[in-house]
């Protein structure tokens, strides 16, 4: 991997914040993506990403079992796949540098929905088209840059989740998800032996943060929480944007 020791103080950190957006903070997860790009090449981050995420999945499905509202999920994952696999051939013909606006655009113009649509009191969107174009998203981008966090939230705040079920939900998706990419990650060699190793190796990285975001969400009122991953979501997705 050829880390040096600021890259290793990196990477580790990463695993932490991983584990809290597992359990805990969701926005949180979007913020690592950058960082990891800054201690080695923007693709190859993206497979050492993988293989961390993974490992945080097992952890959250495991602990919120109980929690997701599969539903949701249920909804989701056809056109979420069907993002992964446009995601798989999109990322022959663009770069990451030129997808992370495209992110953000996205990310903001659904926030600012979802903002629009509280203040005027709009009741659960049940249109077919909402699930079918959120998943779609979340598939594309999570599949180009480890980024569907931020579709995830703007989706679960419009369904009005519990902070509980909020999570849960978010965990069992991603478990699934995260398992689904890992074979067109292998074939554009981004997942390998050596994403596995570094996965393995920020195991009590990602179990120390998993620890905090249990914690912290088990102090946070729902509303605090709302805001919390809003604010999260936005600045991860200005960070995309710049």
Same mark, same amino acid.
């Given at each position: 991997?050829?880390?040096?020791?600021?890259?290793? *103080?990196?990477?580790?950190?990463?695993?932490?914040?991983?584990?809290?957006?597992?359990?805990?903070?969701?926005?949180?997860?979007?913020?690592?993506?950058?960082?990891?790009?800054?201690?080695?090449?923007?693709?190859?981050?993206?497979?050492?990403?993988?293989?961390?995420?993974?490992?945080?999945?097992?952890?959250? %499905?495991?602990?919120?079992?109980?929690?997701?509202?599969? =539903?949701? /999920?249920?909804?989701?994952?056809?056109?979420?796949?069907?993002?992964?696999?446009?995601?798989?051939?999109?990322?022959?013909? /663009?770069?990451?540098?030129?997808?992370?606006?495209?992110?953000?655009?996205?990310? +903001?113009?659904?926030?600012?929905?979802?903002?629009? =649509?509280? =203040?005027?009191?709009?009741?659960?969107?049940?249109?077919?088209?909402?699930?079918?174009?959120?998943?779609?998203?979340?598939?594309?981008?999570?599949?180009?840059?480890? %980024?569907?966090?931020?579709?995830? /939230?703007?989706?679960?705040?419009?369904? =009005?989740?519990?902070?509980?079920?909020?999570?849960?939900?978010?965990?069992?998706?991603?478990?699934?998800?995260?398992?689904?990419? +890992?074979?067109?990650?292998?074939?554009?060699?981004? *997942?390998?032996?050596?994403?596995?190793?570094?996965?393995?190796?920020?195991?009590?990285?990602?179990?120390?943060?998993?620890?905090?975001?249990?914690?912290?969400?088990?102090?946070?009122?729902?509303?605090?929480?709302?805001?919390?991953?809003?604010?999260?979501?936005?600045?991860? %997705? /200005?960070?995309?944007?710049?």
């Amino acid at each position: 991997m050829g880390l040096d020791l600021y890259g290793w *103080v990196v990477v580790a950190l990463c695993a932490v914040m991983v584990g809290i957006s597992k359990t805990g903070l969701p926005g949180m997860g979007i913020l690592f993506v950058p960082l990891m790009a800054m201690v080695m090449p923007a693709k190859q981050s993206t497979g050492m990403v993988l293989g961390i995420l993974v490992l945080g999945d097992v952890f959250a %499905a495991s602990y919120y079992h109980k929690a997701a509202i599969w =539903r949701h /999920i249920i909804r989701l994952i056809p056109a979420t796949l069907v993002g992964i696999v446009a995601g798989y051939f999109v990322m022959k013909v /663009i770069s990451d540098a030129q997808l992370k606006p495209i992110i953000g655009v996205i990310v +903001v113009a659904m926030l600012a929905v979802n903002w629009w =649509r509280n =203040r005027r009191g709009e009741h659960i969107p049940t249109q077919w088209w909402f699930a079918e174009v959120m998943g779609f998203l979340a598939g594309l981008t999570t599949m180009m840059a480890n %980024a569907a966090g931020p579709m995830m /939230i703007v989706y679960l705040l419009a369904m =009005r989740l519990p902070k509980v079920e909020f999570v849960g939900t978010s965990a069992w998706f991603f478990f699934i998800v995260n398992w689904l990419k +890992v074979p067109f990650s292998m074939h554009l060699g981004l *997942v390998n032996v050596e994403s596995i190793k570094l996965g393995f190796i920020m195991l009590p990285f990602i179990i120390l943060g998993a620890v905090l975001g249990i914690v912290a969400l088990k102090k946070m009122p729902q509303k605090v929480f709302e805001i919390t991953i809003q604010v999260l979501a936005l600045a991860a %997705a /200005i960070k995309l944007l710049i």
